[in-house]
């Protein structure tokens, strides 16, 4: 199995700027590791549904964001660290929510990925 493990969150002044880190252990049954997958962040705002919020193919030459974070939010990974990463600057106070990764074969909703993390709490005051 895949472990994922989510940090960096905190509280921040909107305009302000977090980095979060997602990283991964272990591997699957036929020896799958987390370089071999797409990965992607999400995140759930206090009574709404669990949001995308981008994704990074498994090379790390490929991203795509949602709408609502393109040009403020960056994801990038460092396969040999086993680790990827969440630049969130302008943050705004609808950013607020619990962040968590994934992992998967590729895809834009929660269905697509098997591997979650526990997620990390990202607050943004105005």
């Known amino acids: 199995q895949i472990q994922l493990i989510e940090s960096g969150g905190g509280l921040t002044q909107a305009g302000g700027s977090l980095r979060l880190s997602c990283t991964a252990s272990g591997r699957t049954a036929s020896g799958h590791t987390f370089s071999s997958y797409t990965a992607g962040w999400f995140r759930q705002a206090p009574g709404k549904e669990r949001e995308f919020v981008g994704t990074i193919n498994w090379s790390g030459t490929g991203t795509n964001y949602a709408n609502s974070v393109k040009g403020r939010f960056t994801i990038s990974r460092d396969n040999t660290k086993n680790t990827m990463y969440l630049q969130m600057n302008s943050l705004k106070p609808e950013d607020t929510a619990v962040y968590y990764c994934?992992?998967?074969?590729?895809?834009?909703?929660?269905?697509?990925?098997?591997?979650w993390g526990q997620g990390t709490q990202v607050t943004v005051s105005s």
């Open positions: 994934a992992a998967g074969p590729t895809g834009v909703r929660v269905s697509d990925y098997t591997y």
